[in-house]
């Protein structure tokens, strides 16, 4: 370069590119965004260099600052735009490099101190695309419309609106038979007794359908119903999943909370505060604690071979996933390796997230239901009394210190000896917080130190195993402790989340592999949002905080959405687990905003919103076929009618055992286990799981409460297309296969309840078969039959054997599109 050019770079470069000073909005900030962030983000990222964030491009990586103010000499962008350095990588990576100019004038910027305004962010929604869903929610007022007669409320003004735009007529509203049966199986996921339907039938107040809606929403079974869509959501299991499979005995206990949470009608923010960080609350209490189970619901791999470090990465990418569906509805999950490829989703947004779960760990503790805590206090001074003496009779005293101290050891010098590195891989995936309770013994809880304990009489390892006399005495003191535990009546647990004295850095990871730790980040809001406002310590109640903030567009949109869902078989955004670009946009834009500002207005109350919503036109209209639409509207996109939905898994075996009288209606509790075909539990590595079917009423619960194995899932409720529990769903599929109608012929629950209500029919109604029929269908689906179905179903009735069909009818009916559809 002639010393000519060089002063005249120079001289530029002190007046910026535009003939005055330098400028960081008008000189740099778009260097920085159009030709290094927009086009080459990943790459830069993936290197290390954080141009989007002031903080961070100070701060840089282990290969040193990307800008140090005061020094271009010490700052890796000028090292990387013109290719000095040892690798002789340039930046941009593809595409002209940057001008002599624009490097001169980055070089000058940086020795002046490189001023950077705190509101200057680069990626921000005035540069991302402008996604319909990361706007500002508005409060729309309801449209004009022509019938004035036919809107209940607000909800049918906009629905109203839109088909009248279409020139399309709603449908006239559901008998009242049909009205009840929907909303009450929407409600509460069990069907009307004819008794209920008949009370409503022939009651004439005008708000008498207002009344069934109240009563439905202050059923406990309503809690039950609209926890299974939350369950969906959280993927919850009884299970760990993986190879072991290993069950999960006190994973119920969140399922307990979030049903009496939403029989309490506890606010949505609220609702998901305590589940993102119950513990991190001024006023925690036991069941805020409880409440953040829905971050336990992570598959753990105890796979001996399998590295921790690794699963709890994979714990924590679910997390972040999982909370970006969830509260987001954005498929943050897709940027753990690179940015998003179609939405404004960073890299290191998605590490950001992260970082705010890498700073708990998992914590499981006492939750006590009512009733357990004086039985357990009665009893613990002489449980505390025996297993003292057996552990005594064990010599555990003075042989546990030994076993830990050869486990410390090999844990800080691994290589030493093979078999007690064989011990703490084994005990590292079988212990959770192994290594903790290891090498730092004073942050035990109590119950930890005797699950460390009961673990050590079990698991004694190699020096005791030497002595063959010591080791059987060790197992019978084992069998005699396990004997003593069995008769203690022990607290309930709950598996929930806590700070780490001792947090976790967190760094991004390119092409999610956790050995590359790229550049450190913090915990904070994704770069396509509002940002976090930093008032106090950065934490999970932050996040909780910023989620639920008035500008935070997506939370109130995401979730109303859901409910719209839950109630017409799809929501307003089909998508509703994709709010992005390659989601689908709003049917109705307008009534979405509505609803979210009307749910986040009015204190976030989930029986308000959905009672809104059953009570409108809209929702109350038939859901017949109309021949005109089918061209028009196949998919009822306009809801100018009802949407016939098959029921869920859950529902239909509910409603089966529900029709017969054999329903157990207990609300809450611990996992139960209805019989299932021999051999599915075997399936599971190495028989891991023993399935025993409950003999009692336990094999007569909801649907809700079957224990969920994640490598053998009851088949009846697969078969029906529950979901896997892999990741979060927030939409089930619906199936038809062949094999769902030998189910509803065969299955065992099916062919008790068949036989139950026969011995109903004979019990309850005359000796008849008019009579009896009638019974049978006002049971089951709440009218009576017509001419046609009564000769036919006579016609079978005669053909059977005399005592048995009754229950052959009873089959046929249980086995019908109409028993399994909620009109």
Partial sequence: ???????????????????????????????????????????????????????????????????????????????????????????????????????????????????????????????????????????????????????????????????????????????????????????????????????????????????????????????????????????????????????????????????????????????????????????????????????????????????????????????????????????????????????????????????????????????????????????????????????????????????????????????KDLAWDFWVTQNRVMLDNFDRMILRPETRTPRENEILTTYFMHNYGPEVGKDKILAKHFDAAAKALDDLESRFPRMSEAMSIADDPDPHRTFTHPKGDIKNNAVEVEPGSPSFLPPLKKEGPVNRLALARWLFSVENPLPARVTVNRYWQNLFGQGLVSTSDDFGTQGTKPSHPELLDWLATDFRDNGWTVKRMIRQIVLSATYRQSSHARPELDQKDPLNVLLARQSPTRLPAESIRDEALAVSGLLNPAIGGKSVHPPQPAGIAELTYAGNSKWRDDTGVDRYRRGLYIHYQRTAPYPFLVNFDEPDSQMACTRRRSSDTPLQALNLLNDPVFFESAQALAWRLQQESPDDFGARLDYAYRLCFGRTPDSREREQLQTYFKSQPSDYAWTGVARVLLNTHEFITRE
């Fill in 1 to 415: 370069m002639t010393i000519l050019r060089r002063a005249l770079l120079l001289a530029l470069a002190a007046v910026g590119l535009h003939g005055a000073p330098i400028d960081f909005g008008r000189d740099i900030q778009p260097i920085f965004q159009k030709r290094c962030i927009m086009c080459h983000g990943s790459q830069m990222q993936m290197a290390g260099l954080r141009l989007d964030d002031r903080d961070l491009a100070m701060k840089g990586s282990a290969s040193g600052p990307v800008i140090k103010p005061g020094s271009a000499a010490s700052s890796r962008i000028i090292v990387m735009v013109t290719g000095t350095g040892p690798e002789k990588k340039f930046m941009p990576p593809s595409g002209p490099p940057l001008t002599d100019v624009q490097i001169a004038a980055l070089k000058t910027w940086i020795n002046a101190g490189a001023t950077w305004p705190d509101a200057a962010r680069l990626i921000t929604a005035s540069v991302a695309p402008k996604l319909w869903s990361l706007q500002p929610v508005a409060h729309p007022q309801p449209p004009a419309v022509k019938n004035r007669t036919w809107p209940v409320n607000d909800i049918d003004r906009f629905v109203l609106a839109r088909l009248e735009a279409e020139g399309i007529k709603p449908s006239p509203p559901a008998d009242r038979i049909t009205l009840i049966r929907r909303v009450t199986l929407d409600l509460t996921g069990l069907p009307p007794t004819p008794t209920e339907v008949e009370a409503f039938v022939d009651d004439n107040r005008p708000d008498a359908y207002a009344r069934v809606v109240d009563r439905l929403l202050d059923s406990p079974h309503f809690g039950e119903q609209w926890a299974r869509y939350w369950l969906d959501l959280a993927h919850y299991a009884d299970s760990d999943g993986f190879e072991k499979d290993l069950t999960r005995k006190s994973a119920w206990r969140y399922r307990q909370w979030v049903i009496d949470a939403i029989n309490r009608d506890e606010p949505f923010d609220q609702f998901s505060t305590e589940q993102i960080a119950g513990d991190e609350l001024p006023d925690a209490t036991t069941e805020t604690r409880v409440a953040t189970g829905f971050l336990r619901n992570t598959l753990t791999n105890r796979e001996a071979g399998t590295s921790r470090d690794q699963d709890r990465y994979e714990q924590l990418v679910d997390r972040t996933g999982t909370f970006g569906t969830v509260w987001l509805g954005m498929t943050i999950r897709c940027a753990q390796c690179h940015n998003h490829k179609y939405d404004p989703i960073l890299h290191t947004d998605f590490y950001q997230i992260l970082a705010f779960f890498d700073r708990a760990r998992e914590l499981n503790i006492n939750a006590p239901m009512p009733g357990e805590v004086g039985p357990f206090l009665a009893a613990k001074p002489e449980y505390d009394r025996k297993r003292g003496a057996l552990l005594e009779w064990a010599h555990q005293p003075t042989l546990q210190p030994q076993w830990e101290d050869h486990l410390k050891q090999a844990i800080q010098d691994p290589g």
